[in-house]
Every structure is written in C-alpha cells, then in structure tokens.
C-alpha cells in the first residue's frame, strides 16, 4: 500500500462520541485524501489536504473536520458520530496525478 | 455529485474471456484514470490517460478515449480468476484548479473458472 497506514483499522462506536482516524504516509506526497466508500455510492471524497494546514472540502463533508500539521499525517475527525457515518474510510495520497490508497478503516456507529 | 458513471456495475464472464467497462463522465478532464479495488483492499492504480491520448496499453489493459463522447474504456484481456475485482474510473475535471479526483461508483467484475 505504498508506504500508507491508516489507524485503527476497525472501531465501533457509540452514536455522539468523537472520533479520531489517522492517515500516516511515508512518501512525502504534499497532496492527501479522505473517502468514504457505501454500498451503491463507490468513492466520495470528504475532504483534502493540499500542503501541511492547507485543506478544503469535498462532497460529502458535513460532520466531518481534519487536520494537517505535518506532511505524513492527515487526521479526520467526528465531532459527534452518527449512525450514517457508519462506512469504511480511505485515505490516499496522490503523486503526479495516480493516487495511492491506505487499507481503509472499518467504523461502526452504533 | 459523481463525475465518472461506470457500465455495466457488474459483469461475469468465463477465465479467458475479454472483459470491457465503459466510463461516461460530465464535463472536460485533464486525466481519466482506471484502478482495482479487491474485497476489503484500498484502490490500486491501473493506468492514467491524458485527455489528448485517444488510447493506452499496460500489458493485458487497453484503455481508450473519447473527449467528443466524454466516455471511457477499459478492456482487460485473455482475463483470469485473479481479475476479479471492482474498477473505477477517476477524473479531474479540467476546471477544477484543487486537484480533486472523482470517482465513480465501479463495475464488480466475476471471472467464473
């Protein structure tokens, strides 16, 4: 997976508990992304970062917040889980165009 | 909203057999690009064609391009049961200037033995 670790790589949680998913890349890649995959709607992209505290908003980013304090690391955060943030989420970085996939983490809001 | 529509969004065919996927999108790209995704795996890169490519290989992957149509395809030959996966296509809407990527929601492809 090119040098991308995501953490955890499973959570359940419970409905209004914050939570925190990492992205770590060893690639020194400036751009990074986070996804959500669902059933019926592929890839959607929540939000990017293009340089260290530079970020902006995808398509689906209402609930969702990041961060980016240094190149390898691209936090996203739940303020207050809610059932329909129940996915699996990708983070990728991108070089030139080709992006390169982490393994995805599984969460569960209950 | 999604830019790439992929078709079909699922396809069996036999182990040996060609297998294509098509890939409309809406407005003008800079790329088009293909990746595969295995169940539970992240996506992994296949191949990027520039807008002003009509065509590319990569060993068995032929892609081609037609900007007039805004539509993709990918055709992956001689297949095998190690092909089975979901594809995507991605693209950058030639607009944007935020390096975004759109995918679309992928066709599940079976490779029966």
């Known amino acids: 997976d090119a040098g991308i670790t995501q953490s955890p790589r499973h959570k359940v949680t419970e409905t209004g508990t914050p939570v925190t998913l990492r992205c770590h890349q060893t690639e020194n890649h400036r751009y990074m992304y986070w996804y959500r995959q669902d059933p019926g709607h592929g890839l959607r992209l929540i939000h990017y970062?293009?340089?260290?505290?530079?970020?902006d908003k995808g398509e689906v980013s209402d609930g969702y917040s990041v961060s980016r304090s240094k190149t390898e690391d691209f936090l996203l955060t739940l303020e207050s889980a809610t059932s329909s943030q129940t996915s699996v989420y990708f983070c990728?970085?991108?070089?030139?165009?080709?992006?390169?996939f982490g393994p995805g983490t599984r969460l569960t809001v209950t | 909203s999604q830019q790439g529509e992929e078709d079909p969004q699922a396809l069996s065919i036999q182990e040996g057999e060609n297998a294509t996927m098509n890939c409309s999108y809406k407005t003008s790209i800079n790329n088009l690009q293909w990746y595969r995704q295995n169940s539970g795996r992240g996506l992994v890169h296949l191949i990027l064609?520039?807008?002003?490519?009509r065509e590319k290989h990569s060993g068995r992957l032929r892609v081609t391009l037609d900007t007039s149509k805004k539509s993709s395809s990918l055709l992956i030959t001689a297949s095998r049961a190690a092909d089975t996966a979901s594809y995507f296509c991605a693209t950058d809407a030639a607009m944007n200037r935020d390096d975004k990527i759109i995918f679309g929601k992928g066709t599940r492809l079976h490779i029966l033995p």
């Open positions: 990728a970085t991108m070089s030139y165009y080709e992006q390169y």
């Open positions: 970062s293009y340089g260290v505290k530079d970020t």
């Open positions: 064609i520039r807008s002003n490519e």
